[in-house]
Structures are given as C-alpha cells and as structure tokens.
C-alpha cells in the first residue's frame, strides 16, 4: 500500500508527465542513474527524497521526431504512472506496452496503477482504451491507492508468481 503521509507524488502534488518533447519535467532526466537502454526504450531513476518512492522515468522513442515519455513512482510491489493532460500521444500504446514489459520483468512488481483526473473530457475514451490493454477500475476506498476524490484509478496486475524453470 502507499503511504500517502509520506508520499506528497500523489497525496496532493501531482507527477508532471511529459509528454513528447514538453519542458518543464519533475526533474532532470540527464542527472538519473541509467536502469536500463535499448532501441527503443532508455528508463532512468531519478534519486528519492527520504520517505519518498523512487522516480522512474520511462522514455520511448516512437521515431525520429517522437517519443512517449512517463514519469511513475514506485512503491513495494506497485508501479505508478499519472495519464498526462491532453490527448494521449499517437503510439503512446506501444510505450506502455514496453513499460508494462519492463515492469513485469525488471522491477518485479505485481501491480501497474495509473491515474487521470475524473474531470478530464476524454475519461470515457481513457477508460475503455485502457481498460481494452487489460486495465481494471479500482472502486474508491480500495487501501492500494489514496484517497483522491478527483483522481480514478485503474489497475494491471502482473503475474510474477511463475517461476522461470519452465
């Protein structure tokens, strides 16, 4: 569960997501410990505050000119990412593949969260989009995620119980 007392990411102050090529992000990507490179998919960590969850960074470099980038926090078994303002980016889909990928096998983590403001116009669209790549509604009150009346929540969980001998 996250501790949101200790966690301001999300108990009141939001991740700034980037999005493609967007300034201003949380803090700078150049200055994290590298996790991992390839292709298509660079992840960086930026340094934890104490008492805060470690920041990833996801970048994934769509083409040339485009990538899809996401700023998530990560807590215990869970991966949290924040579905930035405005229409998602156009291949953001296999960004998020790839993340979810590098969740499951390089974090370890049982649960993928994601977050959008419930006000946002585009929540029908969010919500089936997502919930088609397997993503599920948490029902407010569930002690995984905090209590933000503003904020849906929708869950992916990963099945890291089987073990690599097969």
């Known amino acids: 569960m996250l501790n949101t007392e200790e966690s301001s990411w999300l108990g009141g102050s939001r991740i700034p997501c980037s999005t493609p090529q967007t300034p201003g992000p949380l803090w700078d990507h150049s200055l994290g410990v590298l996790l991992h490179k390839d292709e298509k998919l660079m992840v960086r960590q930026a340094a934890a ?49 790839a993340l979810l990928e590098f969740a499951e096998e390089k974090l370890k983590v049982n649960y993928v969260y994601l977050w959008f403001d419930k006000n946002r116009e585009d929540r029908l669209t969010i919500i089936k989009t997502f919930h088609y790549m397997g993503f599920e509604m948490v029902k407010p009150g569930n002690p995984m995620v905090p209590a933000r009346p503003d904020v849906a929540f929708m869950v992916y969980s990963l099945d890291n119980s089987s073990s690599d001998e097969e």
């Open 49 to 97: 505050a104490s008492g805060s969850p470690p920041l990833l960074h996801f970048h994934y470099q769509l083409s040339e000119r485009r990538a899809a980038a996401w700023d998530t926090a990560l807590s215990a078994d869970s991966l949290f990412l924040e579905i930035p303002a405005g229409p998602l980016v156009e291949g953001s889909k296999e960004g998020l593949t």
